[in-house]
């Protein structure tokens, strides 16, 4: 069976589309082929459309929703004639779609002081928000759609996130080797994985931010003229300022025990702007603003750090492999080494066996194929949820496909 898979991260850097295709049935042994990935940057245009939608109301919200599913529409397509593989032959597509709110299950809090009243919303659910019509990919493409994959795990009292352990375990487990998965994306989220054949459940979770504060700080710092730290040359010129990473730490999300998951709701734009306002930065000095790069940078490895020593220890680790953008950055590449060692740190296409930056929609891909065999894709181990649920929602397609109105074939950086 052939199934794409879309991914569209916090990060807001484009989308990255998989053809994968599953060679059997048995879920417990079950053979793949990666047979093409793609990564479509985000146009100026469509990025500042999907931050309105993260910012604007239900105008907005709804706009971001139909012009996502003509983006992801055109980027299956895309994929297809690269792979040389008819609409036809393709099962399902499973898209993540754009998050834009996801508020996990409350965490019951006691008063810490007289007076003080404790967190009274134990028992209440989470809920989530995902953009990218479905409807629209299925009319353009001919192609059914998997979509709102979160929605049913958090329905059954889990967080929604992390969706990644199942297709993990397929993926990526060795025999006789335990591996820890550290994703950098805009988030920061582990995978701890047993080694295959072992009846040892995983642990995952997210340990915080990824490189979402870091792209900010960047922008704020180069007034948008500069979207990242380009290799991690700033960080690694900056110095860590231990007064800051301590505060940035104090979070009480850091101290949360598993399950657990976050999202640009806490680690955002409004967050760092309140401490740069209480560390006072200077705009003129470039020297502070590479501080921060690098404080920001150790932050993100030593939350995953001290995550893993109290939440994945005693188990073993014995490898640990990065992904997502921020396995491209060197300065957070050598941090991770720092705080990890002597355990390997590893990243690139070879320790994986696919491309890393592929991880993402490859697990989508089989969490459609899971909905369509029925199958669980969920680790309640790690959501919280009440038990395995089959994730997502089916939209049918007509065979054939192009009767929504398509966008400029000679435009994917066009909003349409």
């Known amino acids: 069976m052939k199934v794409v898979g879309l991914m569209s991260g916090t990060s807001l850097d484009g989308l990255d589309a998989v053809l994968l295709e599953v060679l059997g049935e ?12 793609t990564s479509h940057p985000w ?45 036809s032959e393709v099962a399902a597509v499973g898209s993540h779609g754009q998050t834009l709110w996801h508020e996990p299950p409350a965490v019951p809090t006691a008063p ?12 209440e659910y989470g809920f989530t928000l995902q953009v990218g ?9 001919g192609i059914p759609v998997v979509s709102d994959f979160r929605s049913r795990d958090m329905a059954a009292g889990g967080h929604g996130a992390p969706l990644v352990p199942w297709p993990d375990r397929v993926f990526f487990s ?20 047993p080694p295959r054949g072992s009846s040892e459940p995983l642990v995952a979770f997210d340990t915080g931010p990824g490189v979402v504060l870091l792209d900010e700080a960047v922008r704020l710092t180069t007034q948008g003229r500069e979207q990242m730290d380009e290799d991690g040359r700033r960080a690694l010129r900056g110095t860590v300022r231990e007064a800051w990473v301590t505060g940035m730490l104090s979070l009480p999300f850091f101290r949360q025990p598993p399950p657990r998951s976050t999202g640009r709701e806490l680690f955002g734009r409004t967050l760092l702007r309140e401490w740069l306002v209480q560390w006072e930065l200077d705009p003129g000095r470039e020297e502070e603003w590479d501080d921060l790069l690098a404080s920001l940078t150790e932050v993100t ?8 020593r109290r ?14 953008g921020g396995a491209r950055n060197p300065a957070l590449v050598q941090a991770f080494r720092r705080r990890f060692h002597p355990i390997p740190v590893v990243t690139g296409s070879e320790a994986l066996g696919m491309d890393p930056d592929a991880r993402e929609a490859a697990a989508f891909a089989l969490l459609a194929w899971a909905h369509l065999k029925g ?19 089916l939209t049918p397609a007509t065979p054939g496909g192009g009767h929504a109105p398509r966008l400029p074939e000679d435009g994917w950086g066009e909003v349409g």
């Open 43 to 87: 146009h100026p245009r469509q990025k500042e459309l999907l931050e309105a939608a993260l910012a604007g109301g239900a105008r907005e919200v709804a706009t971001a929703h139909h012009a996502l599913g003509g983006w992801s529409a055109h980027g299956v397509l895309r994929l297809l004639e690269r792979a040389g593989v008819a609409p």
């Open 375 to 393: 199958v669980c894709g969920n680790a309640p181990e790690a959501t919280g949820a009440h038990g395995p649920r089959v994730l997502g929602s």
């Open 174 to 193: 060795q025999p006789r080797r335990s591996r820890l998965l550290q994703n950098l994306g805009g988030m920061g989220n582990l995978t701890w994985l």
């Open 301 to 308: 490895a030593r939350a995953a750090a001290q995550a893993t």
């Open 311 to 324: 939440w994945v220890r005693p188990r073993d680790v014995d490898e640990v492999l990065l992904t997502g």
């Open 133 to 141: 019509d479905p409807a629209v990919m299925a009319e353009i493409t």
């Open 26 to 37: 048995e879920v417990d042994d079950l053979p793949w082929k990666l047979l093409a990935f």
């Open 112 to 123: 810490t002081s007289p007076g003080e009243v404790g967190n009274a919303r134990e028992g």
